[in-house]
């Protein structure tokens, strides 16, 4: 179904029923009430009474700042011709027993309906503008309607009154297990810091140099998410293919050599092994493609993961956006590259706090010459295009390794900074990136040391370490 693919501006593609549950939700969700109001009008509505209700609910809205009861409304009927009041009544008192069962749905159809009235009201006084000569305009009025569909959306209220809501706090916090939204990292390092692993509601982000390891870390967490805690994981992927990233998850889960996998050369004993432990975890993992254009927003992930829940029943609870720097800001109009970074970054925070763990990458300044000879640890300070985006993240954190270390199938993973916990702490770990391997064998190495007593201690680690 496609609610509205024909329609034109003022006409509600949608039956009695459906109107029916949509007027009882604006009744009983002021939030969701205040956002769609305005934008519709009584003769929207297929059916008289259902339009003369939603007129009523909407006058009383403007005069006492919300939405009336069905109490209200059956009040009202009382104004209405006797001969045709009974009929009004019914409608009332059976607005109570209206489904609201596909919620979710009804917000975003009505939601696709609300953008493409704006889009047929703004086509129609553009095309005046255009065929009166007014070119700027009809330009300016065309841009101005596109940024009010683009930021058109149903936003849920964040708040709650502080002093009256202890006790249910108190309860939740006592019921409530911690750990229960945090999505381990696969290493007991960084879950360490982090509480326990990423939290629903957190962007993380990971900053390497140019092929420093940033997809593989990001392989990494989605291996860790569904294969220890069997969480649903939605990886996107903004840089290189579909196909690319699935055979990096083939040869992490299987830790076989990513050629390997890529050619298709794994026997079949192995294959018929990794198969029957595959279906231990179908269903948890989705990957998406995004490598068709260059100017991709957070509203192309929203509208996948709407298309998913909708078509699907999933909803994944960590998201994984392969990397941040490729993404857009939703209005795709900026200035410079800074401002449409900033932006894309800021997105990716506001779609963790719609609950989901979000982790992400950025490349690194390029580094000076002769620097991957030197033993050093990147620091926010060095994240490339725009510093902004750092101030947005819950956790930061970097990859690092020399021209010797990367020989060795070895990297420094510096925890730079999170909200809720001291960070600046650093861990030695194998990183094999021909497997897509980056496990804890190593052990914690000081950020803070001087480079040559960084280099003994990572000297010495050398030496206990296996060469695969």
């Known amino acids: 179904m496609n609610p509205g693919s024909s329609q034109t501006e003022g006409q509600l593609p949608f039956g009695v029923d459906f109107q029916k549950s949509l ?3 604006l009744l009983e969700d002021d939030s969701f009430a205040h956002a769609v109001v305005p934008y519709l009008q009584p003769h929207y509505f297929a059916n008289e009474i259902i339009g003369w209700c939603f007129g009523v609910a909407s006058r009383y809205r403007e005069q006492y700042g919300g939405m009336p009861s069905a109490q209200v409304l059956l009040q009202e009927t009382t ?5 045709i009041r009974p009929a009004y009544q019914a409608l009332v008192e059976q607005l109570g027993q209206a489904q609201l069962k596909d919620e979710q749905y009804m917000r975003d159809a009505v939601l696709d309906f609300v953008k493409r009235n704006i889009f047929v009201r703004s086509y ?30 149903w936003e849920p209220v964040d708040e709650g009154w502080f002093y009256d809501e202890l006790p249910r706090r108190h309860m939740t916090r006592i019921r409530g297990d911690v750990l229960d939204d945090a999505i381990t990292t696969g290493l007991r390092w960084l879950d360490h810091i982090l509480g326990g692993g990423l939290h629903i509601g957190e962007l993380g982000i990971w900053v390497a140099d140019a092929k420093g390891g940033k997809s593989t870390m990001l392989v990494n967490h989605g291996i860790a998410a569904t294969r220890i805690q069997q969480k649903k994981v939605a990886h996107f992927v903004f840089e290189g293919s579909r196909k690319q990233t699935e055979a990096r998850y083939d040869a992490g ?10 050619n298709g050369n794994i026997d079949g004993a192995r294959y018929a092994r990794e198969w029957q432990r595959y279906q231990h975890y179908k269903g948890l993992l989705w990957i998406r493609g995004f490598t068709e254009r260059w100017d991709y927003s957070i509203v192309d992930i929203h509208e996948e993961l709407k298309r998913l829940k909708r078509q699907r029943g999933w909803e994944p609870d960590l998201v994984i956006v392969d990397y941040g720097d490729l993404l857009r800001g939703r209005d795709k109009v900026y200035p410079n590259e800074t401002e449409k970074q900033k932006a894309a970054f800021r997105d990716m925070k506001s779609l963790a706090n719609r609950g989901y763990g979000v982790w992400t990458a950025s490349q690194a300044r390029r580094p000076e010459k002769g620097r991957e000879n030197v033993v050093h640890f990147i620091h926010a300070r060095e994240i490339a295009d725009c510093y902004d985006k750092v101030r947005v993240a819950d956790f930061l954190g970097s990859i690092n390794s020399t021209v010797e270390e990367r020989a060795a199938f070895m990297a420094r993973l510096l925890a730079e900074m999170y909200r809720d916990n001291e960070a600046n702490s650093s861990l030695l770990v194998r990183a094999d990136f021909s497997r897509m391997i980056i496990r804890e064998e190593g052990g914690l190495v000081s950020p803070s040391m001087t480079e040559t007593q960084s280099t003994q201690q990572l000297g010495e680690r050398r030496q206990q370490h296996v060469r695969i």
């Open 253 to 262: 889960v299987m830790e076989e050599l990513y050629h390997v996998v890529k």
């Open 23 to 25: 007027l009882r939700l």
């Open 124 to 153: 129609q006084e553009c095309r005046q503008l255009y065929n009166a000569g007014k070119v700027e305009e009809a330009y300016d009025r065309m841009m101005e309607r596109m940024h009010q569909i683009v930021h058109t959306t």
């Open 79 to 83: 104004k209405v011709d006797q001969r």
